[in-house]
């Protein structure tokens, strides 16, 4: 009770295709019956960026934690992790743990490729990171101030997969400290490699758009 007067979760169901997810996620809502834990269930899918958008609205905190449906923190102290930065360093307003592989739940032999592309590329050290910090912006594990979402919020003109985050890394990183720290949360939505490489050519879309924004930036950056 107590946790429920300093947090709030909010969970947010983008009309999932699967009508055995939503009847879980409902059962399971209405079994915690706790007043900080927050469901809503949408009627058509609206895609990441507007999945975002609805968070940050319905959210009432100083500060958010983004994190996606298929990740699992890997440390006990997640949360105290977080908490410990902006209770020791307030300026950092910006702080992402990153991404890991150190846990996996879908072991088919189909998901090899996704998990060796997803540990080569995703699995980052902060060092590393903090090299292009507007590079390794991911709304998957990314804690962030209130005033500063409603200073610089999330472009909702991409829709579908990818790059919004990218594109909203740039413009935070013009504006804002980006701090970049290993606490990691392990993805566990592992696919195989056609419904990867479908992800990839969906993409496209939004990497166009990415580019038309911010062509100078990227080509200088290049």
Request: aromatic content about 12%; some cysteine.
């Amino acid at each position: 009770a107590r946790l429920c007067n300093s947090i709030e979760i909010i969970l947010i169901d983008d009309c999932s295709s699967e009508k055995s997810i939503r009847e879980s996620n409902e059962f399971f809502i209405n079994r915690i019956n706790a007043h900080c834990i927050k469901y809503y269930p949408l009627e058509s899918n609206v895609g990441r960026s507007m999945v975002r958008k609805f968070l940050v609205q319905k959210a009432n905190g100083l500060y958010m934690l983004f994190l996606d449906a298929d990740t699992l923190p890997d440390s006990k102290t997640f949360i105290m992790n977080y908490l410990d930065i902006i209770n020791s360093t307030p300026t950092f307003k910006i702080v992402l743990g990153g991404l890991s592989y150190l846990q996996r739940i879908k072991n088919e032999k189909e998901c090899d490729f996704y998990y060796y592309m997803g540990k080569k590329i995703g699995e980052i050290s902060a060092d590393i990171r903090l090299e292009n910090p507007w590079k390794y912006v991911v709304t998957s594990n990314l804690l962030i101030s209130a005033d500063i979402i409603d200073n610089t919020p999330i472009d909702t003109s991409f829709i579908g997969y990818g790059f919004e985050d990218t594109e909203w890394g740039i413009r935070l990183m013009k504006n804002f400290q980006i701090l970049h720290i290993d606490n990691t949360v392990s993805h566990l939505g592992l696919e195989n490699k056609s419904n990867l490489v479908k992800k990839i050519i969906e993409s496209s879309e939004n990497y166009n758009r990415l580019v038309d924004k911010h062509d100078k930036f990227l080509t200088n950056w290049a």
